[in-house]
């Protein structure tokens, strides 16, 4: 193998530089070529390349986003746009590719890679939801993790001066896990996450509950998929059964996609980056890298994209006990 290409597709997540930098050093370190691709698969079928050194990626570690940006790309979706995409890494001669994204972008790449064989192609998990089989963690998810924590705690400042109950949104539209993991580090009353059917009487009694005993501030943390909706819809109908405690609503939104990643996703990403090089010049195609108990594990693509729609059922009761 002499020459490899990186992008960044899909939703961006902190920790995508720290990926992109250990892919484009580790393929230098092996005399590879490396290209990057600006704007994920839309970069792709325009042709948009930029030749990497050393010195592209510098200083980017420790920035959030992607220096290479991101995009959805209907045309990849189609046929046509991926014929134009692989004309363009046959001209330029790559041999491997590296997919940083989520589920979606390694289905793309998937359907690339068995349009196109002479490719060979690894995907990291660079999303912040952390639902992606094949791997504990993926890149962007302990800082967005952290980021609502902050947030939460700064907020629970205000609901217990105020005895108000919050009803925080975060993101997760088919996974609850920043939710969980987030609402079990803040001391929530109630986790709200699509995964569990959510019954709101039974969240009233919860307050009720709380209320009786005069505890200072109510936060509920609510997956922005949950079944019974967004904390606006949610709030709204414990507020018609339960009007003891005044009711703000707040929605993180996309500070939960930016900032600083954090020490543990820079050194993922490091670690995932080096790996998916060591992968592609092994042979390895069609699979994603990720960690599992410390160790690095290869899992092809098609289960990768599988969700994992089982939460560990002791986490949730944990959280309940917790709230009591
Ligand atoms: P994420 O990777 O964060 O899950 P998306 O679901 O938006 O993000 O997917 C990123 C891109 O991957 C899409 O815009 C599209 O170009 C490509 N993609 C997703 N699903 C497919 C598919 N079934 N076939 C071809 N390309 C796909």
Known sequence: MKHIA??????????????????????????????????GYEGLINGDFRQMNSSSVGN????????????????????????????????????????????????????????????????????????????????????????????????????????????????GRDAGLIALRSGIAVGAEAILIPETKTHVDRLITQLERGWKRQKSGHIIIVAEGDDAGGAFQIADMVQKKFDKLETKVVVLGHIQRGGNPSCMDRVLATRLGYEAVEALINGQNRVMVGQISGKVAYTPLTNAVKHIMDVNDTMLLMAEIMAL
């Open 60 to 171: 980017i570690i420790g920035r959030g986003g992607t220096v290479l940006k991101t995009a959805r790309s209907k045309r990849f979706m189609e046929a046509d746009g991926r014929r134009n995409a692989i004309e363009n890494l046959r001209k330029l001669g790559v041999e491997g590719l590296v997919v940083i994204g989520g589920d979606g972008s390694f289905r793309g790449a998937d359907i690339l890679a068995s349009e196109f064989p002479e490719l060979r192609v690894v995907g990291i998990p660079g999303t912040i939801d952390n639902d992606l089989v094949g791997t504990d963690f993926t890149i962007g998810y302990d800082t967005a993790i952290n980021t609502v924590v902050e947030a939460v705690d700064n907020i629970r400042d205000t609901a217990s001066s105020h005895n108000r109950l919050f009803f925080v949104e975060v993101m």
């Open 6 to 39: 990186v992008l960044t597709s899909g939703g961006d997540a902190p920790g995508m530089n720290a990926a992109i930098r250990a892919v484009v050093r580790t393929g230098l370190y092996h005399g590879l070529t490396v290209t990057g691709v600006v704007a």
